[in-house]
C-alpha cells in the first residue's frame, strides 16, 4: 500500500512562493513516478509536473514552466514542488499522485492519491 501526504500549502501574494512536499510511504522511490496535479473549484483536475522516481526525468505542464520546480529526496522518501512567481491563476487545492511505472499526464493513469493541500494566491 502507498501512502502520499501533502503539505506546505497556505495564501500567499501574487509572485511570492510556497514549497509543496509530498511524503512517501511503502516502495515508492524505486519503481513509481509521482505527479502533481491541481483542482480548482468548478474545474476539471489538471496535471502540472510529474517525476520518475528512478532516474529523476521530469516533465511539466507549459504553464508552469520556468516557475514550478519538482524534486525529491530519496533519503526521506519525499518528493518537493518549489512554486516560485505564483499568479492568481495557480490558486486550486494541490494533490500528489504515485503510480507503479513512467511518467504520466492524466489522473486516472494514477493509483495513489494525497488528501491535498490548498494554495491560494492573492492578487
Known amino acids: 500500500q502507498v501512502q502520499l501526504v501533502e503539505s506546505g500549502g497556505g495564501l500567499v501574494q501574487a509572485g511570492g512562493s510556497l514549497r509543496l512536499s509530498c511524503a512517501t510511504s511503502?516502495?515508492?522511490?524505486?519503481?513509481?513516478?509521482l505527479g502533481w496535479f491541481r483542482q480548482a473549484p468548478g474545474k476539471e483536475r489538471e496535471f502540472v509536473v510529474a517525476?520518475?522516481?528512478?532516474?529523476?526525468?521530469?516533465y511539466y505542464a507549459d504553464s508552469v514552466k520556468g516557475r514550478f520546480t519538482i524534486s525529491r529526496d530519496t533519503a526521506k522518501n519525499t518528493v518537493y514542488l518549489q512554486m516560485n512567481s505564483l499568479k492568481p491563476e495557480d490558486t486550486a487545492v494541490y494533490y500528489c499522485?504515485?503510480?507503479?511505472?513512467?511518467?504520466?499526464?492524466?489522473?486516472?493513469?494514477?493509483?495513489?492519491w494525497g488528501q491535498g493541500t490548498q494554495v491560494t494566491v492573492s492578487s
Open positions: 499522485a504515485a503510480r507503479r511505472s513512467r511518467v504520466a499526464t492524466t489522473p486516472n493513469e494514477y493509483n495513489y
Open positions: 511503502g516502495r515508492t522511490f524505486s519503481t513509481y513516478a
Open positions: 517525476i520518475n522516481l528512478n532516474g529523476g526525468s521530469t
